[in-house]
């Protein structure tokens, strides 16, 4: 054995000596070309197309509750939305309106085809729509006849259609699905085009789990945080901020109690808020990237001596009067400032932290979903008793809302939103306060 091991070790320094200079050199070019394929592969990547992600998302879904950016990627439904929040051909090519807006007839377009490969007609259409009779003419000519006119009905069929959950006609398909129980831990969806060639969504209940996933190299992208923890100190890491315009926080009044019965003191007590700097500030319930969107209207900017001049003489300065904001556990620092700015007007205000929304409410700080188009009946329409959580009651607000749903022209439409903003920030049942921020990080 000793001789074995004394032959081995004079053969490798025999060798080693007769291509000492071969071997060093293929060493050093394997070392080199080791640093070129690690610091290429990205561009690499970039340029054939083939880039994976891994991107982390807070929350808990299931099939039948996927984020609506997924759903858009995995499919579209017989139309799609523009910037503006206007109806655009999708499934379909076209339509026809006719009837005063009570009749639309949709033409699906030809040789459209499921990720199954199976060919996609009227006869896959399974939209619920209240007090809508759906008659499907043929495989391509789809009518649908409504009760009353209703001329959002083309946004509302941008809902993404998709069969046996996860089976869809957009660019991604999905070719993966894993569960966590009755949730979804990751899906992943390829590429049909030329973006990426895969990407895989993992789920995370909370931001401490998201984060830590990060840090560990399980994502390589952090999706729609509301914070970024201390992540902008970690080296390599880019942080991209938005404004998100699809929703507004705002400070909800009860107007069933007496205390808010009159505008002035809600105007007071908008006048007695103080600035947001960081954010961009929401003035009306309307996104101000829709073609609805108006800006001529009221102005609440922080005014102490107004909101003193007028609080100070309410019941709400009383020794006895107290005001309570309830909000969530997220929005928690912004409700106490908002009450600490209060207090200083001589209220008393205390804050409770909900989990769940309490219609019992005095007022409440959250945020509320923008819908795409200008069209706010469920929220303000005095008859929407599940969804108009202000209880606000104005016929001159409800004539606007009936008129705007019905009114085909766009310009007459804009009018009517335009006065409908107006007037309804003048009443104010909510402050509006700004839009949040959405954060993405990014590993570089």
Request: proline share 5%; charged share 25%; no cysteine.
């Amino acid at each position: 054995m000793r001789r074995r091991l004394q032959y081995a070790f004079l053969f490798v320094s025999v060798f080693f000596k007769k291509h000492r200079k071969e071997l060093i050199l293929t060493a050093l070019s394997g070392f080199f070309m080791t640093l070129f394929l690690i610091q290429a592969y990205p561009l690499m990547i970039n340029i054939t197309g083939q880039k994976r992600l891994k991107i982390g998302i807070i929350g808990k879904v299931r099939e039948t509750s996927l984020p609506d950016f997924i759903q858009k990627q995995i499919s579209f439904g017989l139309t799609s939305l523009n910037a503006e929040g206007e109806a655009i051909p999708a499934a379909a090519s076209s339509w026809d309106i006719t009837d005063n807006a009570k009749t639309y007839t949709f033409h699906i377009r030809k040789n459209l085809l499921w990720h199954d490969g199976k060919e996609f007609t009227t006869q896959d259409i399974n939209y619920k729509l209240k007090d809508a009779e759906i008659t499907k003419l043929d495989d391509y000519t789809l009518k649908i006849s409504l009760k009353d006119p209703y001329v959002i009905l083309p946004v509302i069929l941008s809902q993404p259609m998709i069969k046996d959950g996860t089976i869809g006609l957009g660019g991604y398909k999905v070719v993966r699905l894993d569960y966590d129980g009755e949730s979804i831990a990751q899906i992943s969806l390829q590429s049909l085009l030329a973006d990426y060639s895969s990407i895989t969504y993992k789920f995370y209940p909370n931001i401490n789990q998201a984060v830590l996933a990060f840090k560990l190299g399980e994502v390589n992208v952090l999706k729609d945080l509301v914070t970024f923890d201390n992540l902008d100190m970690w080296p390599m890491v880019k942080i991209n901020k938005t404004s998100d315009y699809n929703r507004f926080v705002g400070l909800f009044f009860n107007l069933d109690n007496p205390m808010f019965k009159v505008k002035e003191i809600r105007q007071a007590l908008a006048y007695g808020l103080p600035e947001f700097d960081d954010f961009d500030k929401a003035f009306t319930p309307i996104s101000p990237l829709s073609w609805g969107y108006s800006k001529n209207v009221r102005l609440y900017n922080s005014d102490p001596d107004a909101a003193a001049k007028i609080l100070s003489k309410s019941p709400l300065a009383t020794t006895s009067s107290v005001l309570t904001i309830s909000t969530y556990p997220s929005y928690v620092a912004l409700a106490e400032e908002i009450a600490e700015s209060w207090n200083k007007f001589g209220l008393t205000v205390k804050v409770k932290v909900e989990n769940s929304f309490d219609s019992s409410y005095q007022i409440f700080l959250m945020s509320q979903l923008i819908p795409p188009d200008p069209d706010q009946y469920s929220y303000w329409q005095s008859t929407q008793e599940n969804t108009n959580i202000t209880h606000y009651n104005n016929p001159k607000i409800d004539k606007l809302l009936e008129e705007g749903r019905k009114t085909l022209d766009k310009t007459a439409r804009k009018k009517i939103y335009f006065d409908f903003q107006r007037y309804l920030v003048d009443d104010l049942p909510v402050i509006f306060l700004y839009y949040p921020k959405l954060y993405q990080i990014e590993r570089t």
